[in-house]
């Protein structure tokens, strides 16, 4: 999800009081304004044109929709976007007449819209800005959580049905593509399809926020996402706006001591969803019935699918993946047929964006360029134009980061011409900060120490923290390749390394960590970082010596040890077994590199800091809940500590 709010111009809301003050009586009748009451612009030079409609639902609600038609246009397609980020400000990205220049931006795959000669759709959604209706976060589907027999699956068959009546330049196909929160409402109409609906593309979706992605990952809270749950609920048209505290956010989020209480500092328990997000702090049926991935995989796929998957996506890296797991677990061929997937080297959307390089890393090539010239324009042609070209996208479309190359894939995760699947490969840790495929010897050591103390937790990008969003260096999207040196020398962080590689290991799908902890305390958090560590020099990129590049890492709450569902205290100073998966990777090791594993026990501010006493909710711990633990992570022969790494054979 994508923190747009913060980019909203200043003019947007200058025309809204305008329009306020334009439809009351005349100050001074015998002296009147100069401005109309109402002011239709022309569009003479444009080389689209501009209409915008109320569409009404079943239910009367009627949504505000821009459609843009280029001029000439016959038997188009049409590309539909529905969003809760302002379809005037998605649609209106430039005082140009050109369309190309409208649309840069958000959602916009500007090469791909225009060469396919498109009409291009955007509409707010139910209780957002020009729409009518209730805002509801990520609306669930009809059902247990939504009693009204609207939700977003409805109102997109509603919006697709009114389309390809009233579009005189159409063909009456249409395609649904977003990214983030519009991900997620482009899987939506995949329940339930209208006719018409041929084609849809999910880029980075929301899917399930409390697995993964925006809300909680394995339990522990997102906090830095307060402000957009604030400013997205707040109003209908995000003017209520989160004010900074503090340069750091390490700083504004340590003061009030709990993400609840700096809520409700804030007045968040006037927010309808964020009582929610407090109300549910386990993975109970609020979350897992909201679940998109298994909710399509209860019902056929019957539209074709891309799912657009980020390696290094800072906001919803779960979604896309889960999805893609979830449908060809339970699908049958004919389903899983229409079923793709892209899986780029890129930030939360930076698949329309220029992408050679992600922070300090560079790939060789514009990578988003050709994900929307060579993969997604002709995906699109083939299921939305008259007299289609042939489909020749591969199913899946993986980029191997490392090698620095695209793959063109039956399956995934299969990195191979041959369909090779990928191997677990267990990488132990061992005694004196190593890391060995060798399973660990009675005669070592039994565990490595550390001490975490949650009046220091360790950060998770070198301070100073900047908000969550979109600052004017983009600092956000980059910190999953930061590198990691600043906190491999930290006291309260273990690291392990291993050899120098001889020989390249090439790595496909989700790491598993395999943890052997234990914890003088009764909650934990254990952060697990897999790390690509460069050579001492880079010849030719001398930033990139000895560079520190995380491969995959994530966090898991202690407490959901044995059940998402229902906690549990830990019980101190005892091994307990832990299993998770990392994020999905497509990488190689290169030759003379190495791999580095690193364990922590907080990730501040990015997520709430864990007391490390067992208390029934974190929102609300106080102050002396908040105690120093001693953590063992431990690797013996009957206590091992290992990463199943996916490694792809050897071709040769």
């Given amino acids: 999800m994508v923190r747009f709010s913060s980019l909203l111009p200043v003019c947007l809301l200058a025309v809204s009081a305008a329009a306020v003050f334009a439809q009351s009586a005349p100050q001074y009748p015998n002296y009147p304004s100069e401005t109309p009451a109402h002011f239709q612009p022309t569009q003479v030079g444009m080389d689209y044109q501009r209409r915008e409609v109320m569409i009404p639902m079943r239910d009367g609600v009627r949504l505000h929709t821009v459609i843009l038609v280029p001029n000439g246009a016959h038997r188009a397609g049409i590309l539909l976007t529905r969003t809760p980020y302002s379809a005037d400000v998605l649609t209106a990205n430039s005082p140009s007449m050109h369309l190309g220049s409208a ?161 409700q500092e804030r007045g968040m328990d006037q927010i309808g969803f964020w009582r929610k997000v407090v109300a549910h702090p386990a993975y109970d049926s609020f979350w897992s019935d909201q679940a998109v991935d298994q909710i399509l995989a209860r019902q056929p796929l019957t539209v074709p699918t891309m799912l657009v998957a980020s390696l290094w996506d800072q906001e919803d890296i779960y979604g896309a993946i889960a999805v893609w797991k979830a449908v060809n677990a339970a699908q049958p061929e004919t389903a899983r047929k229409n079923l793709f997937l892209t899986l780029g080297p890129w930030h939360h959307g930076q698949e329309i964006e220029p992408a050679s390089s992600l922070g300090a890393i560079p790939f060789n090539s514009d990578t988003g360029l050709y994900f929307r010239t060579q993969i997604l324009a002709p995906f699109l042609a083939h299921y939305l134009q008259d007299n289609p070209p042939p489909q020749t996208v591969a199913r899946v479309n993986a980029f191997e980061t490392g090698a620095n190359r695209w793959q063109q894939l039956s399956d995934w995760p299969s990195s191979c011409s041959s369909g090779c699947l990928p191997r677990a490969t267990p990488l132990y840790v061992a005694s004196g900060g190593r890391l060995s495929f060798n399973a660990p010897a009675a005669s070592s050591a039994e565990f490595d120490e550390y001490v975490s103390d949650p009046s220091r937790p360790v950060p998770y990008r070198t301070r100073p923290s900047q908000p969550v969003g979109y600052t004017p260096d983009l600092s956000w999207v980059r910190w999953l390749v930061d590198d990691q040196r600043e906190f491999s020398g930290r006291p309260d962080v273990l690291t392990w390394t291993s050899t120098v590689l001889s020989a390249p290991l090439r790595i496909s799908g989700e790491p598993v960590v395999h943890l052997s902890a234990s914890t003088s305390g009764t909650d934990s958090d254990w952060v697990v970082k897999l790390i690509d560590v460069y050579p001492d020099e880079v010849p030719g990129d001398p930033q990139l010596g000895g560079y520190q590049l995380p491969i995959a890492m994530d966090i898991f709450r202690g407490r959901y040890r044995t059940s998402l569902s229902h906690p549990s205290p830990l019980t101190p100073n005892q091994p307990l077994d832990y299993k998770f998966a990392l994020p999905t990777a497509n990488h190689v090791f290169l030759p003379g590199h190495r791999i580095m594993v690193q364990i922590q026990s907080s990730w501040f501010p990015l997520y709430d800091r864990n007391p490390q006493t067992y208390v029934p909710s974190i929102f609300f711990a106080k102050p002396s809940d908040f105690q120093r633990a001693t953590q063992h992570i431990w690797h013996t022969p009957s206590h091992p500590t290992f990463v199943d790494l996916p490694v792809v054979p050897d071709e040769h």
Avoid: C
Wanted: proline share 7%; net charge negative; aromatic share 12%.
């Fill in 103 to 263: 649309l840069w931006g958000y959602d916009n795959a500007v090469e791909t819209i225009l060469s396919g000669g498109y009409i291009r759709v955007v509409q707010d959604i139910r209780g957002k800005y020009g729409s009518e209706g209730d805002y509801v976060m990520n609306r669930p589907l009809h059902g247990p959580l939504n009693p009204t027999p609207i939700d977003e699956s409805t109102d997109t068959w509603d919006t697709i049905d009114w389309l390809v009546k009233h579009i005189p330049e159409s063909n009456g196909k249409v395609g649904v593509l977003g990214i983030s929160y519009d991900g997620f409402l482009s899987l939506m109409p995949l329940v339930g399809p209208h006719p018409a609906l041929k084609v849809a593309v999910p880029m980075n979706p929301m899917v399930d926020g409390w697995r993964g992605d925006d809300w909680f990952h394995n339990g522990a809270f997102r906090q830095q996402n307060l402000p957009y749950i604030y400013e997205q609920t707040a109003t209908r048209s995000n003017t209520a706006r989160w004010l900074t505290s503090t340069f750091d956010d390490y700083d504004t989020y340590m003061r009030p001591g709990t993400a609840g209480e700096l809520a």
